[in-house]
């Protein structure tokens, strides 16, 4: 009898079997997803201890967004940058924490081929609500000649990423990745502190019925939003309306349940924030790629997020995202409100 265990492939089997999409990579991107994935272990694990440590609170100022950071935000940009920095394969990181790039120039990292765009613990406001919070990456191969990496190495649009992915910390800890050939999920045994393959080949389910949008900036929102919300809301079985609403509030746990259950997340802009709060290049892009790729779409409502050529680190966009289907009637609504 074959045990069950011995039938597991973890994360860096299942990159080194995939490597022959990435031939030029020659064991780089292998490298740099477990370096990844090693600073996500880290993190995992101080989250899971927050409450019985001083990491829970506050620092006392504020990120480049203007937004209060949190001990466990400055906790996992640092050992994200730490990770990527002594792994060299990275060259240059673009992180929701820091205003301008972060580039090294050390003996192996500035031979480094591609670069990072993260958002080292997205949700991070639930952190003393014990909701499920996350890190969100993103690899580019960087454009630049050997050396420091640039700026206009993280200005890419979606359409050149090599590999996207996301961390979420739950109930159980899973890394979810794509490199254009599917999604595929892996979760953490902590028991031997390895991901392994769990979720092979996600794809959003045939049918749908969650959308997940803050209602409470509904006097806010475009006309054409809040058609889609009512037209969520009507009853009609043969498109398994009214659906259900659910909001968390962090990007990786509805993001991740949608691609679970089925549903749309919606982050419109509004007459107060006109291009919404989350940003293009370390949230929106990252998220489009695996939604693209799990058989979705994800769209600023009037244009594919993926094609959106970033003009700053820290631009914000509309995002709409989850089925096709649901992505194309939301597209919808919004144009004819405005024609």
């Known amino acids: 009898m074959v045990h069950p265990r011995s039938k597991i492939t973890t994360l860096t089997e299942f990159v080194i079997q995939r490597q022959y999409e990435y031939p030029h990579a020659k064991g780089a991107l292998t490298r740099l997803l477990n370096d990844i994935a090693t600073a996500a272990k880290i993190v995992n694990r101080e ?7 001083d990491i829970l609170g506050t620092v006392g100022k504020e990120n480049v967004q203007g937004e209060t950071q949190k001990k466990l935000d400055v906790f996992a940009n640092e ?32 031979l480094g081929k591609y670069v990072v765009a993260m958002d080292p613990l997205d949700g991070s406001s639930n952190i003393e609500s014990n909701v499920s919070i996350g890190t969100i990456f993103s690899i580019y191969r960087r454009i630049s000649e050997i050396g ?17 992915g996301y961390v979420i910390y739950g109930s159980s800890t899973m890394l979810v990745y794509t490199t254009g050939k599917g999604v595929n999920g892996f979760t953490l045994d902590p ?11 996600m794809k959003y389910p045939d049918t749908a019925n969650i959308y997940s949008i803050n209602e409470g ?33 962090s990007l990786v746990a509805d993001f991740h349940r949608n691609l679970i259950k089925g549903g749309i997340f919606l982050y419109p802009g509004t007459t107060k924030n006109p291009n919404g709060k989350l940003r293009l290049l370390y ?23 993926m094609a959106i050529q970033p003009e700053t680190l820290h631009q914000r966009v509309p995002f709409y ?13 919004i144009k004819g409100s405005t024609e």
């Not at 990770?83 to 192996?108: M, Q, R, W, Y």
């Not at 990496?149 to 590999?163: K, R």
Request: net charge negative; charged share 20%; with cysteine.
């Open 283 to 305: 949230e929106c892009s990252p998220m489009a790629f695996i939604a693209e790729q799990a058989g979705g779409k994800a769209s600023t409502g009037t244009q594919r997020v």
């Open 79 to 110: 050992m994200f940058i730490t990770a990527l920095k002594g792994g060299g394969e990275c060259c240059a990181i673009a992180s929701e924490e820091n205003e301008k790039v972060i580039t090294f120039s050390n003996d192996f990292s500035h």
């Open 191 to 201: 028991s031997v502190g390895i991901f392994c393959l769990s979720h092979p080949d």
């Open 217 to 249: 900036n509904y006097i806010y929102f475009p006309e054409g939003v809040k058609q889609y919300i009512k037209y969520c809301q009507e009853s009609d079985p043969e498109s398994f309306r009214p659906y259900t609403s659910r909001y968390i509030g």
């Open 321 to 333: 995202t989850g089925p096709k289907w649901m992505v194309e009637k939301i597209e919808a609504l």
């Open 148 to 164: 420091s990496g640039t700026q206009e190495d993280l200005l890419q649009p979606g359409l050149n990423l090599v590999a996207s």
């Open 47 to 53: 989250i899971n201890a927050a409450g019985l440590v």
